[in-house]
């Protein structure tokens, strides 16, 4: 007798590090989404929304591969900043949040910028990864 039992691929997201912004109002939560224990199985994803909204694991504005880590710097309440891991594979990157794709207003956009950076194995050797 052959069983097979195969999964449906559930996902497990886990939050790594939240950044709240200079006024707090808004927050930068960083979160790996797996769908199983391989790295390729491991996508790594920034949210952004007002601050005591809830994260919606589905709602990103970057999302990459092949990279484990990121830099959050919050220039001001409407411009910031991502650091990731070069070599990274990019799956979606998004240059300005606004409008109803995170319940911010339209007239009130941050607007992102990326860095690639040199890393550890897509890891950064430092403490700090938020900054305001």
Same mark, same amino acid.
């Given at each position: +007798?052959? =069983?097979?039992?195969?999964?449906? #691929?559930?996902?497990?997201?886990?939050? !790594?590090?939240?950044? %709240?912004?200079?006024? @707090?109002?808004?927050?930068?939560?960083?979160?790996?989404?797996?769908?199983?224990?391989?790295?390729?199985?491991?996508? +790594?994803? =920034?949210?952004?929304?007002?601050? #005591?909204?809830?994260?919606?694991?589905? !709602?990103?504005?970057? %999302?990459?591969?092949? @990279?484990?880590?990121?830099?959050?710097?919050?220039?001001?309440?409407?411009?910031?900043?991502?650091?990731?891991?070069?070599?990274?594979?990019?799956?979606?990157?998004?240059?300005?949040?606004?409008?109803?794709?995170?319940?911010?207003?339209?007239?009130?956009?941050?607007?992102?910028?990326?860095?690639?950076?040199?890393?550890?194995?897509?890891?950064?050797?430092?403490?700090?990864?938020?900054?305001?």
């Amino acid at each position: +007798m052959l =069983l097979l039992l195969a999964g449906c #691929g559930t996902e497990r997201a886990d939050v !790594m590090f939240e950044c %709240a912004s200079p006024s @707090g109002s808004k927050v930068a939560t960083f979160y790996r989404v797996s769908t199983g224990d391989r790295p390729g199985d491991q996508t +790594m994803k =920034l949210n952004i929304r007002p601050a #005591g909204a809830a994260l919606d694991a589905g !709602m990103h504005s970057f %999302a990459f591969r092949h @990279g484990y880590d990121a830099i959050i710097h919050w220039d001001s309440e409407s411009a910031m900043r991502v650091d990731y891991p070069r070599g990274s594979e990019i799956l979606d990157q998004e240059t300005a949040v606004f409008g109803t794709s995170q319940t911010f207003r339209s007239t009130d956009p941050i607007h992102i910028t990326y860095t690639e950076l040199e890393s550890t194995h897509g890891h950064f050797m430092v403490e700090d990864r938020c900054f305001r």
